[in-house]
């Protein structure tokens, strides 16, 4: 056995097929692939979370303004603020969708660990 035949056969218990442990899945970038889709799908929960944060309080500071035109029109821009924030949202989770097709890549979040 040749010295990077024994570097290859080193693997990681933990992370058995998931960080190329094999040969196949060491070329095909899988572990990077997770770790991008995970963060993806971690930054479009959040983002998600905040526009519906952000649409509740400005439904409240509507209810709340009292008939002042100032504080109506703030809400108003919120509420509109939002509605462009899902916007984009929703539109970077249609590009991410369209590289993955095109890609031809999964890009579904496994956790590494059980």
């Given at each position: 056995?040749t010295?990077i035949?024994?570097?290859?056969a080193?693997?990681?218990?933990?992370?058995?097929g998931?960080?190329?442990s094999?040969?196949?899945?060491?070329?095909?970038?899988?572990l990077?692939?997770?770790?991008i889709?995970?963060i993806?799908?971690f930054?479009?929960?959040l983002?998600?979370?905040?526009?519906?944060?952000?649409?509740?309080?400005?439904?409240?500071?509507?209810?709340?303004?009292?008939?002042?035109?100032g504080?109506?029109?703030?809400?108003?821009?919120?509420?509109?603020?939002s509605l462009?924030?899902l916007?984009v949202?929703s539109?970077?989770?249609?590009l991410?969708?369209?590289?993955?097709?095109?890609?031809?890549?999964?890009?579904t979040?496994?956790?590494?660990?059980?």
């Amino acid at each position: 056995m040749t010295k990077i035949q024994q570097l290859a056969a080193i693997t990681n218990p933990i992370l058995k097929g998931k960080a190329g442990s094999d040969e196949i899945g060491a070329k095909s970038g899988s572990l990077f692939f997770q770790i991008i889709s995970g963060i993806l799908q971690f930054m479009m929960l959040l983002g998600a979370l905040l526009v519906l944060i952000n649409l509740i309080l400005a439904g409240i500071e509507w209810i709340g303004s009292g008939g002042d035109k100032g504080k109506l029109e703030t809400a108003r821009g919120r509420i509109t603020s939002s509605l462009i924030g899902l916007l984009v949202l929703s539109a970077s989770f249609a590009l991410w969708i369209l590289i993955k097709e095109f890609l031809g890549i999964e890009m579904t979040f496994k956790p590494l660990f059980p």
